[in-house]
Nanobody, 116 residues
């Protein structure tokens, strides 16, 4: 059974940084495209950043230059380094693993709150 467990969320001030981790069990993460999505209250879930199994990355325009996605296949873990955080980044962040971004498996989410 595949499980994705996110960690690293929390409360941070405007301009601060957080690093999210997503550890995968029950499968080999190198097989999958990995991604981080987020969902703010009253809004649809949106792709924040993705990384293919070949290392190709994509980012939402709103986070380019501030967020960095990376993966450590040896640790079966994907990361999201978030710098220069803004109140607009406040959301529940979800880890995703699948054949394509948005498909496959999801974590339970971790709350990120940025105070102004």
């Amino acid at each position: 059974q595949v499980h994705l467990v996110e960690s690293g969320g929390g409360l941070v001030q405007d301009g601060g940084s957080l690093k999210l981790s997503c550890t995968v069990s029950g499968t080999i993460v190198s097989f999958y495209a990995m991604a981080w999505y987020r969902q703010a209250p009253g809004k649809q879930r949106e792709l924040v950043a993705g990384i293919s199994n070949g290392g190709v990355t994509t980012y939402a325009d709103s986070v380019k230059g501030r967020f960095t996605i990376s993966r450590d296949n040896a640790k079966n873990t994907v990361y999201l380094q978030m710098n220069s955080l803004k109140p607009a980044d406040t959301a529940v962040y979800y880890c995703n693993a699948g054949a394509n971004w948005g498909r496959g498996y999801w974590g339970q989410g971790t709350q990120v709150t940025v105070s102004s």
